[in-house]
């Protein structure tokens, strides 16, 4: 069956650093992969999307790696602060063509502190 | 904002009470869903409506009553809930289904 793996421990870095986070995924070969953010109590919010043709993909501070051969992407956030405290998901969709909804893993806990 | 709202923010209810929940978008999109969200488990996708039909129904207890009157309006009738029952319940838009998500804040249920 389809699995999405993410660290389910909280990760804790000091303001600065640079953070990574890691989703490893079996049984799916998906066209493209997206990472969302989420605060306690609220909904999602979606941050990049990379396709399997694209090894990295950049967004201000956020930087996403994508590696169909391992199936797995990093999701790194350089010079990270306190309001980057957040869990993040990774998604996927169930199938390759046409409609398909995403899969969500459970998310890993980011905790920056000052 | 993301564009998507959701009525009630927060809902106390008894296993024997009929409520509903209430998800609209104001960013014409044709893809509507329902998550459920508990503690630490992943998003759960409940349904799925494209262009006001239902295309996907996880097998969801059939006390979990959707409908969607309009591309812009999502609802979720619930009846004779369970404590377990209790969670987020998110609702989420995108262009057409199975593009990037935008979720409202989430109607957090607490079911007695």
């Known amino acids: 069956s389809q699995k999405i793996e993410q660290n389910s421990e909280a990760l804790n870095i000091q303001e600065g650093k640079t953070a990574t986070l890691t989703c490893n995924y079996t049984?799916?070969?998906?066209?493209?992969l997206q990472w969302y953010r989420q605060d306690p109590g609220r909904g999602p919010v979606f941050l990049l999307l990379?396709?399997?043709?694209?090894k990295e993909k950049r967004k201000e501070r956020l930087k996403v790696t994508f590696d169909t051969t391992l199936k797995q992407s990093l999701f790194h956030i350089t010079a990270s602060q306190p309001a980057d405290s957040a869990t993040y998901l990774c998604a996927l969709p169930k199938g390759r063509s046409g409609y398909s909804t995403l899969t969500f893993g459970k998310g890993t806990m980011l905790l920056v502190s000052p | 904002e993301t564009g998507v709202t959701q009525t009630p923010r927060h809902l106390v209810m008894g296993m024997t009470n009929k409520k509903s929940l209430k998800c609209e978008q104001h960013l014409g999109h044709n893809a509507m869903y329902w998550y459920k969200q508990s503690a630490k488990k992943p998003l759960e996708l409940m349904f799925v409506?494209?262009?006001?039909?239902?295309?996907e129904n996880n097998s969801v207890p059939s006390r979990f009553s959707p409908e969607c009157p309009n591309s812009s309006h999502l609802f979720l009738h619930l009846h004779t809930l369970q404590p377990e029952d209790s969670a987020l319940y998110l609702c989420?838009?995108?262009?057409?289904?199975?593009?990037?998500?935008?979720f409202g804040p989430g109607t957090r249920l607490l079911v007695l």
């Open positions: 049984n799916y070969s998906p066209a493209y």
């Open positions: 409506y494209s262009l006001e039909e239902r295309v």
């Open positions: 990379i396709r399997e043709n694209e």
């Open positions: 989420a838009s995108s262009r057409t289904a199975g593009e990037t998500q935008y």
